[in-house]
C-alpha cells in the first residue's frame, strides 16, 4: 500500500520507517519538495522510501499520517489540498500543544472542541481518525517493547469504516494488541486532554518509555 507520511519529525519518520519495513511504500512529505532531512531518511530507508512537498505525499498516499506539530497541522494539510485528501483515511497524530509560555506546553484547544475535530471540518471529505496521540513515537510502531505491548491505544473518528482500516494497520504492521475505540471524533477531546500528563510523567520518570493501560 501507498502510504504519505506529512512531517520529517521523529514521529514521522518513525511511522515511515515502520512502514516501509512491513513492505510499503511511504513518501515522506515536507514544505519544500527538497527538504534535507527527508532526503537523509530517504537514503536510509530505501527502495520503497520517497520524498517530497506535502501535496506530493498526499497525492501519492493511498493513507495519509499527520505527524506535524499540532499548531502546524492545519497548515501542512492546506498546503497538501483538498483534493488529494479526498476520500482517504487521514490518521492524525497531532497535538495542539501551545509552547508560547514555555514548558510545561498549553493546550491551544480543549474541552468543548479538539485539534482532530478542526481538521475534520476544515477537510470534511477526508476520513480523520485520531489515534496514537498518547505516547513516544518509538512505541507507537513497536509496542511490544514496553510490557511486551500489554498497554493501550485509543481511536477517534466518525467513519466505521476508516477506524477499521486504522485498527488493521496498527495490529498488523504495528504489532498493537489493545485498540480502544472511544468513540467519534469529540473523543479525541480526552486523548488530547491527556498531554499535559503526559509531560508530567516524562518529567518525572526522566524517559518516554511509559504508556497508558486501562485495567477493569
Known amino acids: ?52 512537498s506535502y501535496a506530493d505525499a498526499a497525492a501519492f498516499g493511498e493513507v495519509v499520517w499527520l505527524c506535524t506539530k499540532g499548531d502546524g497541522s492545519l497548515d501542512a494539510l492546506r498546503a497538501a489540498g483538498a483534493a488529494n485528501l479526498e476520500g482517504k483515511l487521514l490518521v492524525d497524530i497531532s497535538n495542539p500543544l501551545d509552547f508560547s509560555k514555555g514548558m510545561p506546553p498549553s493546550l491551544f484547544v480543549s474541552n468543548t472542541d479538539s485539534l482532530g475535530e478542526q481538521i475534520q471540518r476544515a477537510f470534511p471529505e477526508a476520513k480523520v481518525v485520531k489515534t496514537l496521540n498518547t505516547l513516544t513515537c518509538s512505541l507507537m510502531v513497536d509496542p511490544a517493547q514496553l510490557a511486551g505491548g500489554d498497554h493501550h491505544a485509543f481511536m477517534s473518528g466518525n467513519d466505521a469504516g476508516a477506524k477499521q482500516q486504522a485498527t488493521a494497520i496498527l495490529k498488523g504492521d504495528f504489532g498493537w494488541r489493545e485498540v480502544i475505540d472511544l468513540g467519534d471524533l469529540s473523543t479525541a477531546r480526552g486523548t488530547e486532554s491527556l498531554l499535559p500528563l503526559w509531560v508530567r510523567l516524562y518529567g518525572v520518570f526522566g524517559n518516554a518509555s511509559f504508556n497508558f493501560k486501562i485495567v477493569r
Open 1 to 52: 500500500m501507498k502510504h504519505a507520511v506529512l512531517g520529517t519529525g521523529m514521529v514521522g519518520q518513525a511511522i515511515a520507517g515502520k512502514l516501509v519495513a512491513k513492505g510499503h511504500q511511504a513518501r515522506m512529505g515536507a514544505r519544500e519538495a527538497r527538504n534535507e532531512k527527508a532526503a537523509v531518511w530517504v537514503k536510509q530507508a530505501g527502495k520503497n522510501a520517497s520524498h517530497g
